[in-house]
C-alpha cells in the first residue's frame, strides 16, 4: 500500500511568519493530494487539495505544491496568525475513496 | 446541520468487554469510513463501507467489525477489547465519485484498562 511520511512533527512560528510542512509518498499511482487541519478536541476539516495535473494551488494565505517526479507535496501557509495553530495532516490516494495520511504536525504560531 | 455524529464520545472499557461505536451522517454520502489516531501515527484506516450493506479491511482492521446495515449509520464494534485499542476514533463520509472531502465527526475517545 501507499506510505505517506510528514515532517516536521512538530513546528513553532512566530506570528506572521511562513510555516512549510512537507510529506513524501511512495505510490506513483497516487493522484490526489488532500491536506486537513485538526483543531483540538475536533475532527479534520479539509483546507486545501491537488491533483496530480496541477503543480501548485492557492487559497489566500495557503498554497500547496507538488513534485510528481520526486513523489513529494507541500503546504506552505503564509501571514502566519494564532488561529493557525493546530495539527495538519496531509494524505495521499489513487483511487479517491482510499486515503493514506501522514502522522501529523503540529503546529504553533506564537504571538 | 449536524453532518456526521459519533456516539459515544468518551468510553472507559475493560479488557475483554466488548462495545460498538456509532457513526450516523445526515448528507446522504455513499461513502463512510473508520479511522483510529494515535499519538505519532496519524490518521489509520480500520474499515470503510462504499455502501449501504457492503464493508472492506482497511490498514487495521484486526480486532474490529463493522456494519452498513443503513445508508446513513456505520458501526464499529470492538468483540473483546484489548489496551492496544485506546485510541480516538473518527468516522468519516464522503460522496460517490471522483477524489473529493471527507467529512469527519468530532471522535470518540476509547480507553481500554
Known amino acids: 500500500g501507499e506510505n505517506v511520511e510528514q515532517h516536521p512533527s512538530t513546528l513553532s512560528v512566530q506570528e506572521g511568519d511562513s510555516a512549510v510542512i512537507k510529506c513524501t509518498y511512495s505510490?506513483?499511482?497516487?493522484?490526489?493530494f488532500p491536506w486537513y487541519k485538526q483543531e483540538l478536541g475536533k475532527g479534520p476539516q479539509l483546507i486545501i487539495d491537488?491533483?496530480?495535473?496541477?503543480g501548485e494551488k492557492k487559497d489566500q494565505r495557503i498554497a500547496v505544491t507538488l513534485n510528481k517526479t520526486a513523489k513529494h507535496f507541500s503546504l506552505h501557509i503564509t501571514e502566519t496568525q494564532p488561529e493557525d495553530s493546530a495539527v495538519y495532516f496531509c494524505?495521499?490516494?489513487?483511487?479517491?475513496?482510499?486515503?493514506?495520511f501522514g502522522t501529523g504536525t503540529s503546529l504553533t504560531v506564537i504571538p | 446541520n449536524a453532518g456526521v455524529t459519533q456516539t459515544p464520545k468518551f468510553r472507559v472499557l475493560k479488557t475483554g468487554q466488548s462495545m460498538t461505536l456509532l457513526c450516523a451522517q445526515d448528507?446522504?454520502?455513499?461513502?463512510m469510513y473508520w479511522y483510529r489516531q494515535d499519538p505519532g501515527m496519524g490518521l489509520r484506516l480500520i474499515h470503510y463501507?462504499?455502501?449501504?450493506?457492503?464493508?472492506a479491511k482497511g490498514e487495521v482492521p484486526d480486532g474490529y467489525n463493522v456494519s452498513r446495515l443503513k445508508k446513513q449509520n456505520f458501526l464499529l464494534g470492538l468483540e473483546s477489547a484489548a489496551p492496544s485499542q485506546t485510541s480516538v476514533y473518527f468516522c468519516?463520509?464522503?460522496?460517490?465519485?471522483?477524489?473529493?472531502?471527507?467529512?469527519f465527526g468530532e471522535g470518540s475517545r476509547l480507553t481500554v484498562l
Open positions: 468519516a463520509s464522503k460522496i460517490t465519485g471522483t477524489p473529493g472531502e471527507l467529512f
Open positions: 505510490d506513483s499511482a497516487s493522484n490526489y
Open positions: 491537488i491533483r496530480s495535473n496541477v
Open positions: 494524505a495521499a490516494s489513487k483511487t479517491g475513496n482510499q486515503f493514506y
Open positions: 448528507m446522504n454520502h455513499e461513502y
Open positions: 463501507s462504499v455502501g449501504e450493506g457492503t464493508t
